[in-house]
């Protein structure tokens, strides 16, 4: 028998789990941010080739670490769009084995974390590295500046690790 209140408690249960729907647009948007992403590329290689014979090496170095930063970033986009909307809004079925990526269905909000912090730890990486290229153009205090907000992306990245290892090692050992 159902009384009000219980069909109170389930109309609040669907209205929370319908929610979630809710960031799929969101999702959607970062599907048309990876297409600026894709549009952008060409123009930055193209400026590469055009600029590659007379360019010094280190410039050189730096365009290509910029399209390598470009990829690391969609690569990030892509890894939040497939797990935050197969974690958080909805499973993605895929019939087809060649479309599955190997860490399809793996990242649970944890994983997804660490992923994402080690991701940001690489692009600030080169970042770091493209700012110590171009050392000349800039002051000691920013370089400073850089650095330590690199660590701080570094600790973030290995602090997130560490809890998520010891919550794996609790979950396992059944407490």
């Known amino acids: 028998m159902s009384t009000p209140s219980r069909k109170l408690e389930l109309l609040v249960?669907?209205?929370?789990?319908g929610s979630r729907w809710l960031q799929a647009p969101l999702?959607?948007?970062?599907?048309?941010v990876l297409g600026v992403?894709?549009?952008?590329?060409?123009?930055?290689i193209w400026?590469?080739?055009?600029?590659a014979l007379a360019a010094e090496e280190?410039?050189?170095v730096l365009a290509i670490l910029s399209l390598v930063d470009l990829i690391m970033v969609a690569n990030l986009v892509v890894m939040v769009i497939i797990s935050?909307?197969?974690?958080?809004?909805?499973?993605?079925?895929?019939d087809n084995s060649r479309d599955r990526l190997a860490w399809f269905g793996k990242l649970d909000a944890g994983s997804l974390?660490?992923?994402?912090?080690?991701?940001?730890?690489?692009?600030?990486?080169?970042?770091?590295?493209?700012?110590?290229?171009?050392?000349?153009?800039?002051?000691?205090g920013k370089l400073y500046a850089l650095?330590?907000?690199?660590?701080?992306?570094?600790?973030?990245?290995?602090?997130?690790?560490?809890?998520?290892?010891?919550?794996?090692d609790k979950k396992a050992s059944g407490h």
């Open 58 to 60: 280190a410039d050189l």
């Open 147 to 168: 650095v330590v907000m690199h660590m701080a992306f570094v600790v973030s990245a290995l602090l997130l690790t560490y809890i998520d290892k010891i919550a794996s």
């Open 37 to 44: 992403v894709v549009v952008k590329f060409p123009f930055k």
């Open 84 to 94: 935050g909307y197969e974690n958080f809004v909805s499973h993605i079925d895929v």
């Open 27 to 32: 999702y959607i948007g970062l599907v048309f």
């Open 47 to 51: 400026e590469l080739m055009r600029k």
């Open 13 to 17: 249960e669907r209205i929370v789990m």
């Open 113 to 140: 974390k660490i992923k994402l912090a080690s991701s940001i730890v690489a692009i600030s990486s080169i970042h770091l590295l493209q700012r110590f290229l171009e050392a000349g153009d800039y002051d000691n």
